[in-house]
């Protein structure tokens, strides 16, 4: 008789335990966001972009970088999209927006951050935070330098806007190409790029083959995992996605006009730094400092312009998301209830 009763008291706590499972899972999906897949055209140009939360919250633009596009955010989003209104959109030439051939459109950073501000005005937003990342510093800094009062915070993983930032091997060739696109093994005898000549066994490689090597597969891998402590954590959906569009007919020389582009960031660096200094916005550093692309002594030189920053490097690579994607988003999350969900809490 006693065991009988141990054994209904077991099946009657097995189905209550799987009855409280059932019941969180299901409040756990009712909480995760719906994220939105939409295209605008702006231009002309269809731009491809990424889409959650309330739009009458505060909203966060996510940028993104090379080689990449709005799937760089695609764990971020939900993560932030409880209390945020979140948009990420593709530059032209990146993701699922339009890749229109170089000789019919100005693939320049003048150009996009032109465009992804006319973007911005399209879809109704008026004020928003920033996420920086890699090519999105450069777009977004010239947006926030043309509206600064549009801008309610930064959040900057490695994002560069000082000279520090590209002082090292792999800027040395890409430096020289913004000289002479016609250039040969300009700035390519550094241990970085030795490594990449002797593989293509071209001992006097043209500068343009040298950018060229970085729209391959193995750049694009070593761009997710270098600096990272367990290669491993990297999920391949990364280049999985990526390279497929950087394979695609013309898009190749689309990155290289873009390279070539990157030479008009350093003379605006002072007047983003400028920008820094005279607005003051509320700024999160959350830096891959193991980047060998853009290293932590591009993070450093922000604290110098900015007197409210909190500034954290992280133990990872460029692609800080990818391995560290809920400590980057616990962190924005805290920063952004503080510094921009308070106030908007106060002014409704």
Not at 89 to 118: C, H
């Amino acid at each position: 008789m006693t065991t009988l009763n141990i054994n209904k008291t077991a099946v009657w706590l097995f189905f209550a335990l799987l009855a409280v499972a059932s019941f969180q899972s299901a409040a756990r999906a009712e909480n995760v966001p719906n994220v939105s897949y939409r295209t605008i055209t702006v231009e002309d140009v269809d731009i491809f972009y990424r889409e959650a939360g309330d739009p009458n919250k505060p909203t966060i633009l996510l940028l993104h970088g090379f080689p990449t596009s709005s799937h760089m955010f695609r764990d971020l989003i939900p993560e932030l999209a409880d209390q945020y209104h979140i948009v990420a959109p593709d530059y032209p030439g990146y993701g699922f927006s339009s890749m229109p051939a170089v000789n019919e459109f100005d693939y320049s950073f003048d150009n996009v951050a032109r465009l992804i501000g006319k973007f911005v005005n399209k879809i109704g937003v008026e004020k928003f935070s920033l996420y920086l990342m890699d090519y999105g510093a450069p777009v977004g800094f010239r947006i926030a330098t043309a509206q600064p009062d549009r801008i309610e915070s930064l959040i900057v993983q490695n994002g560069n806007a000082y000279n520090e930032g590209i002082d090292n091997n792999f800027w040395e060739p890409i430096k020289e190409y913004w000289k002479d696109r016609e250039a040969v093994n300009k700035g390519l005898d550094n241990d970085f790029w030795k490594n990449v000549k002797a593989a293509y066994k071209q001992p006097a490689m043209s500068n343009d083959d040298a950018l060229r090597f970085l729209t391959t597969l193995g750049a694009t891998k070593w761009q997710y995992t270098n600096g990272v402590s367990n290669v491993e954590s990297v999920s391949p959906d990364t280049w999985g996605h990526v390279q497929p569009l950087l394979d695609r007919e013309g898009n190749q020389d689309i990155q290289l006009q873009m390279f070539y582009s990157y030479g008009s960031n350093p003379p605006l660096y002072p007047a983003w730094q400028a920008y820094l200094r005279n607005n003051e916005p509320p700024t999160l550093i959350v830096w891959g400092k193991n980047d060998e692309i853009f290293p932590a002594a591009g993070a450093e030189p922000y604290k110098k312009d900015l007197k409210n920053v909190e500034y954290y490097l992280i133990d990872t690579g460029h692609f800080a998301l990818e391995t560290h994607g809920q400590e980057i988003a616990d962190l924005m999350r805290d920063f952004l209830n503080r510094k921009v969900g308070s106030t908007f809490l106060a002014a409704n």
